[in-house]
């Protein structure tokens, strides 16, 4: 018996028919029916009620799908225990973190480390909310989290329980629109409480929405705002600024040369820019050398050759 044939008989259950389950699965349907045949022919029984539309299991299958799903279960958490024992010897720290702080702080994070620490980013992560950081580091999925995080927090802030953080650092998000031909911005936050703009905005539950929007709260003569789109990447909302569909705020380390080349400028004065700090989290109860070691050395001051073991020796092992 393969596994490949308790992953089909698996699909079959939740779809409920051959040929999207075939699908699924990737193969002809002829091929997936022949599969779960043999299947039946393993286990001496019949496990489909060929009959009904959609398809139904017999008692039998039911009982098998089950044990399908429990073995399927088993084999997936021992598969990611291996990867995981993997990167545990060979000394690699899975960080999770936002696209811009991979691209725009932790290079240059990094090159102030006379021995970088061994981080492996885990890209999946650039498209999660803050959230989905801290329930990564609970299920073990990374062993830290590079995020931002508002320097003024509400009562909507995500849990952190069982995590501690240092702080690496700190960001402004600057209000930036693209110019018009004499150099000011086509969207201006200085119109006054009258004027409704259009705005690129971050995904409603996330972190940097709850401290734009509470940052507003506390000023004066804000404008109204038409919502055109919202995401998670700053990326995404800086090509649209720059296709010049409404103004957004933007990390400003990664808007630093477009502000310095005209090519966008800020939508507002200083008042309008927003405070964050940027975070670092891990599980406090992760008793890994690799991780210990790297959070050590975080307290030090600067780092140097003495805080951070070199990554050939068996600290990091």
Known sequence: MELRWLEDFIALARTQHFSRAAEEQNVTQPTFSRRIKLLEEEMGSTLVNRQNLPLTLTPSGEEFLGLCQEVTRRIDATRQRLSHLAEEEAGQL?????????????????????????????????????????????????????????????????????????????????????????????FSLETGRRSTLPLIAYHSRGLIDMALRRHLQGLTGTPGFRVLHESIQSGNIRELVCLGYGLGWLPERTVREALAEGTLVRAGDARWEVPLEIRLYRRRDDGQAAVEGFWEALAEPAPNPDTFPDPSSDALS
């Open 94 to 186: 899975r960080l999770a973190a936002p696209q811009s702080l991979l691209a725009h702080f932790l290079p240059e994070w990094l090159s102030g480390w006379a021995y970088p620490p061994p981080l492996t980013p885990d890209l999946r992560a650039t498209g999660w909310l803050c959230s989905d950081y801290f329930e990564a580091l609970a299920r073990d999925e990374c062993d830290v989290a590079l995020t931002y995080w508002p320097q003024v927090e509400g009562h909507l802030m995500p849990e952190t329980e069982g995590l501690e953080h240092r702080c690496l650092g700190s960001e402004r998000m600057v209000p930036v629109s693209l110019p018009e031909v004499d150099g000011r911005p086509r």
